[in-house]
Each structure stands twice: as structure tokens, then as C-alpha cells.
């Protein structure tokens, strides 16, 4: 038996892409029951939820505007016909209270929103006697706007904000931007001069254009660089390791002659006290030099070890560039994952708001109404929130099996002119095997995820409150649970690609590809850093030429001088569009990898045993082979070095 239930059979050869069958079909049951109950929560929280509240809006005394309303016991103002008044108005609609996510306000259900701003109470009671909307506490009447000593308290903060309705969520909603900027403020405490805020909002808003154009060019670059990066990838990589050589060297002889120039300095001229320093420092110099000069020593060393696999990185670099020219709709396999995101986030937010609404009206301290879940609707909560990390997990291990199958197909396909639709055939064999095996894989990072989340909020909610060892406590423990999720976000990863290989269930392909990754850790070694590093710098090329050109036309427009937030905006989604691009290209690289690695293993050039693998590749281990040749100097080379390397079967293609 495997892992969780699995069934392992004997040891076995890898047959790619030749027998498919059906893997970890017990967790599908789980996932299709686990999928069922997040459905029943929606029935209910929709069946049973005051729907009314969350669409029509409903007043601080518990009255929903629009309908007529039953009595509330305790509150004096409640159970009011408000079948005319449809819209929820807020007295001060700026005032949020940040913390509890809420308008920190009276809300008030009226029959229609000021379109205009009101300056004065006289203008408040002109509004209410023409429109017959009453803008002040039910309390008060009409009449009485102008003389009654309380209106300053029951009617709503002046300037009142012109303000509209929102489509479908009837609430009365202000259209200044600066009622805004005064809620950014809030959060904003470093700028002291308020004006440059609202400048800098306004500009967003004037620049709207510009930033929409410059998002579209961040993404047509992002989707451009993947195909080219394999032309200059060569070049980075060679770039980056003479700049971390060189770095080192140069770092380690400034240490050193620091080191002897503050020796030389040191005299017995001196103060006691700055002699005592000076002795400190020089002891400090000595211990950095040593250590700088052990490092550069190691890290030469390595470098040495792992040229020959930095040019692996390169290769399969290479490789990756033509994956993309045969399988050009990769390119858009972040698109359908982020709608199929968005799709779930919306549903999943509109079924917790439906669910907050099933909630009992409970009297605050104020004096008004909120409606509190208790009961098993907490537990409902619960389940809901552990729906939202396991199946967002979900959708984008999908997104990791679809790209797996179709490379795989690609790689272990020895004619490339017979590649058909290798993506659709991918999302087949998903829809139609593996299935229950993604839903295995990201549960289980979900186990690890949640805990770092419920770690993170506890550590917020104690900020300034726990002593340092508890900080300390928690901050190592979010650390190390992100690590691991990370390390089973890189094994899942391959365990994806191996059950695309060879069909096996989740542990079963964990643990091949994992002896896999542990034969050949110093490339894995390589790629994974080296590799990092060449697309973190695509990254930055993309935000630096998408930067660069929001600067030349923020230039050109002349009519807004405070550029810094369009900027802003500009290269956090471009570095965001970068690395959702960029990512779908490490994951190629990765399975190339894998696959690259397995058919060196199982193949050796020899009829009958022919490579997969492509030319670029093939490139390679001949010359690793032939170094390891010359390395025996006139031995007896061994029998399968001494064959010559057969490559895929003819008419294969290495375009």
C-alpha cells in the first residue's frame, strides 16, 4: 500500500505516454463529496439567508429599504414600512472604520440620493422637502433640520458629498475622489501634506489611459520574452556567473587590504580608548577576510563542479524557447487559469456575503442593529474558508498538470511533425485520469497552508502585545511552514509530471521523481538557481522597458506632473503579468528536466534504446561524454561512452 491509501505496485519501468488508466480515485470521491458540501452551503446560506439585506441594503435599526419590515424587539425605529425608500444613505459615508471593515455611520434608507452637494442644513431640508427624501434620523422631523439643537448629531455630516447609487446593491455611494483620498489618508500616515494624496489619486485618475496602455504592453512583452529568452539566455547566464566571480573575488581583496591598511595605521600613538577600537576593528577585518576568502573558495569550487551543468541550464533553455514555437498556446495557459480564479473568488465571496446575511439581529452598544452569526454557521465559515485555499490550490495545480502532460507529450513524441493538439490531449487526460491526483497534491498543501495562515493572524492580532520570545516563536514557525510549502509546491510540481509520464497515482510518482531529483541534485542545484536568476532578471527587464515607457508618455501628456503612483501601479502589475508568464516557463524547464533526466536514464543512444531528447540536449551529453573520455587519458573508455549517441528516430524534429 502507498501513502494515504494508494496502491504501489512492484518496481517498473517508465513506458511514456503508453498505458493510461485511472489514479487516486478515492481522494476524487473526496474532492467530488468535499465540492458537494461547499454546494450545500451555497442552497442554504442563499435558502435561508435575508437575501434582501445584502442586495437592497438595510438600515442601522435592522429595516431593509424597499420592503416593508417586521419589529425588531429592543429597537425603537425598526420594522418601518420603507417600500418608497430604496437607497441606504450613510450621515458621514468618509468615516470607515478600517478595522472592522465597515462604514462607521448611521445608514438611513431614503428615496433617493443627493445628486449635488449640500452645503448647508437649509439646502438639507430644501433636498428633503422636494425630493421627499429624508436625510436626517428618522427622528427628526423635516421641519425641524434648521432648529433642533441635535442636528448636528442626527443629520449628515456637511458638505454632504453628491453621491449615485451602486448598480444592483441600491446603496447611495459618494462620486468625489476625495472622499477617497480622505479614507487613503487613513492609511497613509507618511505623507504629511494631504494635498500631494489627492494629487497623486487624481493623477491615477487623469492617467487612466496611459496605465491601461501600459498594462497591455507588459503583457504583450511578458508573452514575447518567453519565446526569445532562449536566444539570450546564454548570455545572462554567462553574465550572472562572471558577475558572482568577480563580485567575490573583488569583495574578498577589499577585505584584505582594509585589513592590512587599518594594521598599519594601528600605533601605540594612540588614545587607549581609540586603540582599544582600532584593535576591534582590525580583529573584525581579519575574521571578515577569512571568512570572504573561504566563501570565494567554495564558491569557485562549485563553479568549477557545476559549469558543465550550468550549460545543462542553458540547454534546456534552449529547448524550452522551442516548446513554446511548437505549443504556442501555453502562452495563455495564465489566462484561462486567472478567469478560472476570478470565476471561483467571485462565487466564493458572494456565497459568504449570502452567508453572513443568515445572521441574527443582535443590539451593539450603539444602540442599532447587526446581524452576528453563531452556531453551526460558524462552522460553516470554517468549511467555506477551507474551500477557498483547497480549491484555488486546485485550479492552479491543474494549470501545472495541464503544462506538464502537454510537455511531456512534446518531449517523449520522437516525430514533432505528428504533434496534433498535445494541450487539449493534456486537458483529456486530466479531465479523464488524473483528476483525483491534483486534488491529492493540493490538499495537501492546503494542510500546510492554512496553520501559516492562522500563524500570520494570530501574529497581527498580537502585534505590540506578545513578548519576544513568542514573536520569535511565530515568525520561525510561519518561516518554516512556508518553506515546506514551498519544497511541496516543487515536489508536487514533479510528481504531476511523472504521473503525465507514466500514469501512477501521487505518491507513487512523488517518490519516483523525487529519486530522480536526489540522482541528480547538483543540477537540479544548478537550474534552480542559475535558472531563477535568468528569469527573475526577464522580470526585471519587463519592468524596467514598461517603466520606462510609462515615463516617456507620462512626459509626452504634459498635463500631470506627479508621476509616482501611475509608475507604481504600472510595475506592480507588470511584475505581476511578468511572473505569471514567466512562471508557466519554469515549469516548463522543470518538466523538461525531469523528462530529460529519466530518458538518460533509461536510454543510452543504442538501437532500441534511442534518446527523446532533442538536439540542444543532445549537444550536451555528447560533450559531457566525451570530456569524461578525455579524462580517462588512453583508458578503456567505458562500453557505453564508447558508442556513439542515437538521437530521436528519423524525421524527428530538432526545429
Same mark, same amino acid.
Given at each position: 500500500m502507498g501513502c494515504c491509501g494508494s496502491k504501489e505496485g512492484s518496481k517498473r519501468k517508465w513506458k511514456p505516454l503508453e498505458d493510461r488508466s485511472c489514479t487516486d480515485i478515492p481522494w476524487?470521491?473526496?474532492?467530488?463529496?468535499f465540492c458537494v458540501g461547499m454546494g450545500f452551503i451555497c442552497g442554504f446560506a442563499v435558502a435561508t439567508g435575508a437575501a434582501a439585506r445584502l442586495v437592497s441594503g438595510y438600515d442601522s435599526y435592522g429595516n431593509i429599504c424597499g420592503q416593508k419590515n417586521t419589529k425588531v424587539e429592543g429597537i425603537e425605529y425598526s420594522g418601518l414600512d420603507q417600500t418608497k425608500n430604496k437607497y441606504v444613505f450613510f450621515l458621514d459615508p468618509c468615516n470607515l472604520d478600517i478595522v472592522n471593515r465597515r462604514i462607521k455611520s448611521i445608514a438611513l434608507c431614503v428615496s433617493e440620493c443627493p445628486s449635488t452637494e449640500l452645503h448647508t442644513l437649509k439646502e438639507v431640508q430644501e433636498f428633503g422637502k422636494n425630493n421627499g427624501s429624508k436625510l436626517c434620523s428618522y427622528q427628526l422631523e423635516v421641519s425641524k433640520y434648521t432648529t433642533d439643537p441635535e442636528s448636528s448629531k442626527l443629520c449628515p455630516k456637511l458638505p454632504v458629498p453628491p453621491s449615485k447609487s451602486i448598480p444592483l446593491? +441600491?446603496?447611495?455611494?459618494?462620486?468625489?475622489?476625495?472622499?477617497?483620498?480622505?479614507?487613503?489618508?487613513?492609511?497613509?500616515?507618511?505623507?504629511?501634506?494631504?494635498?500631494?494624496? +489627492?494629487?497623486?489619486?487624481?493623477?491615477?485618475?487623469?492617467?487612466?489611459?496611459?496605465?491601461?496602455?501600459?498594462?497591455?504592453?507588459?503583457l504583450v512583452l511578458s508573452m514575447i520574452l518567453m519565446v526569445i529568452i532562449r536566444y539570450i539566455s546564454t548570455v545572462l547566464v554567462w553574465i550572472l556567473t562572471a558577475l558572482v566571480v568577480l563580485g567575490s573575488i573583488g569583495a574578498t581583496g577589499v577585505l584584505w587590504w582594509l585589513y592590512v591598511d587599518h594594521r598599519k595605521s594601528l600605533t601605540d600613538k594612540l =588614545?587607549?580608548?581609540?586603540?582599544?577600537?582600532?584593535? /576591534?576593528?582590525?580583529?573584525?577585518?581579519?575574521?571578515?577576510?577569512?571568512?570572504?576568502?573561504?566563501?570565494?573558495?567554495? #564558491?569557485?569550487?562549485?563553479?568549477?563542479?557545476?559549469?558543465?551543468? $550550468? &550549460?545543462?541550464?542553458? &540547454?534546456?533553455? +534552449?529547448?524550452?524557447?522551442?516548446?513554446?514555437?511548437?505549443? =504556442?498556446?501555453? $502562452?495563455?495557459?495564465?489566462?484561462?487559469?486567472?478567469?478560472?480564479?476570478?470565476?471561483?473568488?467571485?462565487?466564493?465571496?458572494?456565497?459568504?456575503?449570502?452567508?453572513?446575511?443568515?445572521? /441574527? =439581529?443582535?443590539?451593539?452598544?450603539?444602540?442599532?442593529?447587526?446581524?452576528?452569526?453563531?452556531?453551526?454557521?460558524?462552522?460553516?465559515?470554517?468549511? +467555506?474558508?477551507?474551500?477557498?485555499?483547497?480549491? %484555488?490550490?486546485?485550479? #492552479?495545480?491543474?494549470?501545472?498538470?495541464?503544462?506538464?502532460?502537454?510537455?511531456?507529450?512534446?518531449?517523449?513524441?520522437?516525430?514533432k511533425a505528428n504533434l496534433t493538439l498535445p494541450i487539449l490531449e493534456s486537458v483529456f487526460r486530466l479531465l479523464r485520469y488524473h483528476i483525483g491526483t491534483v486534488a491529492k497534491g493540493s490538499f495537501i498543501i492546503t494542510l500546510v497552508k492554512i496553520p501559516r495562515l492562522i500563524l500570520m493572524y494570530i501574529h497581527s492580532q498580537l502585534k505590540g502585545k506578545e513578548n519576544a520570545c513568542a514573536r520569535c516563536i511565530l515568525k520561525t514557525c510561519i518561516c518554516c511552514l512556508w518553506c515546506l510549502e514551498k519544497c511541496l509546491n516543487y515536489l508536487n510540481q514533479n510528481a504531476y509530471?511523472?504521473?503525465?509520464?507514466?500514469?501512477?497515482?501521487?505518491?507513487? %510518482?512523488?517518490?519516483?521523481?523525487?529519486?530522480? #531529483?536526489?540522482?541528480?541534485?547538483?543540477?537540479?542545484?544548478?537550474?534552480?538557481?542559475?535558472?531563477?536568476?535568468?528569469?527573475?532578471?526577464?522580470?526585471?527587464?519587463?519592468?524596467?522597458?514598461?517603466?520606462?515607457?510609462?515615463?516617456?508618455?507620462?512626459?509626452?501628456?504634459?498635463?500631470?506632473?506627479?508621476?509616482?503612483? =501611475?509608475?507604481?501601479?504600472?510595475?506592480?502589475?507588470?511584475? #505581476? $503579468?511578468a511572473h505569471c508568464f514567466l512562471s508557466i516557463f519554469e515549469i516548463v524547464v522543470d518538466v523538461l528536466f525531469l523528462c530529460f533526466a529519466i530518458d538518460t536514464k533509461y536510454n543510452d543512444g543504442t538501437p532500441g534504446k534511442e534518446y527523446y531528447m532533442d538536439k540542444a540536449l543532445m549537444e550536451f551529453v555528447e560533450n559531457s561524454r566525451r570530456s569524461m573520455q578525455d579524462k580517462s587519458r588512453g583508458g578503456r573508455p567505458n562500453s557505453a561512452d564508447g558508442r556513439e549517441l542515437k538521437p530521436m528516430a528519423t524525421g524527428a524534429s530538432s526545429a
Open positions: 476524487l470521491l473526496i474532492f467530488v463529496l446593491f +441600491h446603496r447611495c455611494t459618494p462620486v468625489d475622489v476625495s472622499c477617497y483620498a480622505n479614507f487613503a489618508e487613513a492609511l497613509i500616515t507618511f505623507v504629511s501634506d494631504n494635498s500631494v494624496l +489627492h494629487r497623486l489619486i487624481s493623477g491615477v485618475m487623469t492617467s487612466k489611459e496611459i496605465i491601461i496602455g501600459l498594462c497591455f504592453l507588459s =588614545p587607549a580608548d581609540q586603540l582599544e577600537v582600532s584593535r /576591534d576593528n582590525v580583529q573584525a577585518l581579519l575574521v571578515y577576510a577569512i571568512a570572504a576568502t573561504v566563501f570565494t573558495v567554495i #564558491l569557485l569550487l562549485l563553479m568549477l563542479i557545476m559549469r558543465k551543468r $550550468v &550549460a545543462l541550464t542553458i &540547454a534546456l533553455f +534552449h529547448v524550452a524557447g522551442k516548446v513554446f514555437i511548437h505549443l =504556442p498556446l501555453l $502562452v495563455f495557459q495564465p489566462f484561462w487559469t486567472f478567469l478560472a480564479l476570478m470565476f471561483f473568488w467571485s462565487y466564493w465571496v458572494m456565497v459568504l456575503l449570502f452567508l453572513a446575511t443568515t445572521g /441574527d =439581529p443582535v443590539k451593539n452598544e450603539q444602540g442599532f442593529v447587526e446581524f452576528k452569526m453563531s452556531g453551526p454557521l460558524q462552522y460553516m465559515s470554517w468549511y +467555506h474558508f477551507v474551500g477557498l485555499i483547497w480549491i %484555488s490550490e486546485f485550479i #492552479l495545480a491543474c494549470q501545472q498538470m495541464t503544462v506538464a502532460g502537454a510537455v511531456v507529450t512534446y518531449y517523449f513524441t520522437r516525430d509530471a511523472a504521473t503525465a509520464i507514466n500514469s501512477t497515482n501521487f505518491c507513487t %510518482s512523488a517518490r519516483d521523481a523525487f529519486v530522480i #531529483l536526489v540522482e541528480n541534485a547538483l543540477r537540479v542545484a544548478a537550474i534552480n538557481t542559475i535558472g531563477d536568476f535568468v528569469l527573475f532578471l526577464g522580470k526585471v527587464l519587463i519592468v524596467c522597458t514598461t517603466g520606462f515607457a510609462g515615463v516617456l508618455a507620462l512626459n509626452y501628456q504634459r498635463d500631470y506632473t506627479v508621476w509616482v503612483l =501611475p509608475l507604481i501601479i504600472v510595475g506592480l502589475f507588470a511584475f #505581476l $503579468v
